[in-house]
């Protein structure tokens, strides 16, 4: 159940609440209109009054509402209505009458509107005029003259929507922080429908402003981008000429006026105001003399893949920094994935943004490897090559997404926890579809039976405990091709199969032979080192120990 505050501003605000809730809606949607509840029980209903036109009973219910604030005169407060819908979850049963007034007596007193047994509190009136929602509307004073309690009050509700989930077998929804983006309003929705749009303007600018900051790696970056994406942008600038903000607004979205309808990114998200993205990019700037990445499919994969150890091991604001990094990686990976899987992935990465926000601040600089080498993917369309790049990095994607879920769940965040379990369903999808393929292609190159039967052995002195499950999955042929490509290479097939045991556990994988294929491809990439190296790896001098080797078969976990 969702309950919305909404506030009305105005001499006229209240006339302009009543006459939408009683009229036909902005898509004809209002088919019945009626109260099922008031302040007092017998407030002037225009829906049920058959002898008298419904415009005059209207009229009358405002003079009704608004006669505390009437009494005021000049010292009437500048927001007189609050305007509350209340809905229900699709799947829910529909309520009676009789069941929405008891809930609005509920979000009313919760809310300060008019807390039980107060004969002195704010007006009100509930209108039903769909099965699933009802709305509240009441005038902000008092009918003693003074201002109701209301403060939290968005809090107040969403507490008591919780507990009438639960009194009345609703889907019980998760308690949020107040991170959550803004909700598209419901005229948002209807005006997308109108146009044609999957999604309301809104949501379309969050997704195109949150790319743009993956993307950039400075200011300029991010407002080119977004131009370049068709967004009309806006910067607020200070007499003194400094920009302190911004507005984006998507051309061919006007008002009654024909003027373009301006979203400042602090309404589209919280970490969507200019201040928090200049933080963001701070961190994501190169240095004046970068490293060479290298491949970035593979730095974004080994920078993933150690998201769980930052969760796990480190503290919570590098822990909420990686999230962040996450989550913008999983923004612009759409963009450089195969058509039939985009769709996959944007749900992910949509579901994920939720799992990005928390009242945990953010320390940023201890994901910037992972935020610059996906840019690295995004800038460089050619580096997508056969899908394996990408399937290796959605495979250490789900391991981290999953840690994520379980990082969240323990700290109660639980909007957070249920969006990354949704975006693990969206990524397994996506990884099916992407590795399947690409893991059916390295199989067919699988090395003889012989050879097999070799690197077997190599497979079963390295890790033991999950030998016969990497023997008995599909994916074995495409890991002992990895391995045999690998020994073509020049390296030691046994040294690169510990190495890329040792890089992190299994415990967690979904699919040992899978994790450890990927791995290998990345190791087996690399440049072979000499027979003097070979010989030092396999003979290493007492009391050392081969380089960037740690033991394997867990011992390394046990100490």
């Known amino acids: 159940m969702i309950p919305k505050i909404i506030l009305g501003r105005g001499p006229e605000a209240t006339r302009r609440t009543i006459g939408y809730l009683f009229g036909k809606g902005r898509a004809n949607e209002h088919t019945d209109p009626h109260l099922v509840a008031s302040w007092n029980g017998f407030a002037p209903d225009p829906g049920r009054s058959p002898h008298r036109h419904p415009k005059e009973v209207e009229k009358q219910l405002v003079a009704q509402l608004d006669q505390p604030v009437q009494m005021l005169g000049d010292k009437a407060p500048k927001d007189t209505v609050w305007h509350c819908p209340v809905r229900a979850a699709p799947e829910d049963p529909i309520l009676t009458d009789a069941q929405w007034a008891d809930i609005a007596r509920r979000i009313v007193a919760a809310a300060g509107i008019a807390p039980d047994g107060d004969e002195e509190a704010c007006r009100w009136v509930a209108v039903r005029h769909a099965d699933d929602h009802i709305h509240i509307a009441a005038t902000l004073v008092r009918q003693d003259g003074r201002r109701p309690q209301r403060d939290y009050d968005q809090r107040a509700v969403q507490r008591e929507a919780r507990q009438i989930e639960i009194d009345y077998g ?33 949501e379309i600018l969050r997704l195109r402003v949150r790319r743009a900051v993956a993307a950039a790696s400075s200011e300029a970056e991010f407002f080119a981008f ?31 006026q024909d003027e373009p309808i301006w979203y400042a990114g602090s309404t589209l998200a919280g970490d969507l105001s200019l201040p928090k993205i200049r933080q963001r990019l701070t961190h994501t700037s190169p240095e004046p003399a970068p490293i060479p990445l290298g491949d970035p499919w593979h730095q974004a994969t080994a920078a993933t893949e150690r998201i769980p150890h930052h969760l796990t091991r480190g503290d919570d604001p590098a822990a909420q920094g990686q999230l962040v990094a996450l989550g913008a990686a999983l923004d612009l990976l759409p963009l450089t994935a195969p058509a039939g899987v985009r769709g996959e992935l944007e749900r992910a990465a949509s579901a994920f943004e939720r799992a990005t926000r928390s009242r945990i ?78 893991l059916d292609s ?33 994916a074995w042929d495409a890991l002992a091709a990895v391995l045999a490509e690998a020994e073509k290479a020049g390296h030691n097939a046994a040294t690169v199969l510990d190495q890329a045991v040792s890089q992190r556990t299994l415990d967690d994988a979904r699919s040992p032979a899978r994790t450890l294929t990927w791995r290998i491809q990345r190791l087996g990439q690399r440049h072979a080192p000499g027979p003097r190296a070979q010989a030092t790896v396999q003979h290493p001098v007492p009391g050392t120990s081969a380089p960037g080797v740690r033991p394997a078969n867990g011992a390394a976990r046990r100490r």
């Open 170 to 202: 609703l889907r019980r929804l998760k308690p949020g922080d107040g991170t959550a983006a803004k909700r598209p309003t419901s005229q948002e929705h209807f005006k997308a429908k109108r146009l044609g749009q999957d999604a309301t303007s809104r």
């Open 226 to 256: 977004l131009e370049a994406t068709g967004v009309n942008v806006r910067p607020k600038t200070e007499p003194s000429g400094d920009v302190t903000g911004y507005s984006v607004a998507l051309p061919g979205d006007v008002n009654k």
């Open 361 to 438: 601040a953010a320390d940023d600089a201890s994901a910037r490897v992972l935020r610059r080498s996906v840019q690295a993917i995004w800038h460089n369309p050619a580096a997508v090559g056969d899908g394996s790049g990408l399937a290796m990095l959605i495979d250490a994607a789900l391991t981290a997404v999953a840690f994520a879920r379980h990082w969240h769940r323990t700290r109660q965040h639980a909007q957070q926890e249920a969006a990354a379990e949704q975006a693990l369903r969206h990524l397994q999808t996506a990884y099916a579809q992407i590795a399947t393929p690409v």
């Open 442 to 474: 390295l199989a067919r190159h699988a090395p003889t039976l012989q050879t097999k039967h070799r690197l077997a052995q190599y497979v079963h002195k390295a890790v033991p405990t999950y030998a016969e499950r990497i023997l008995d999955d599909a």
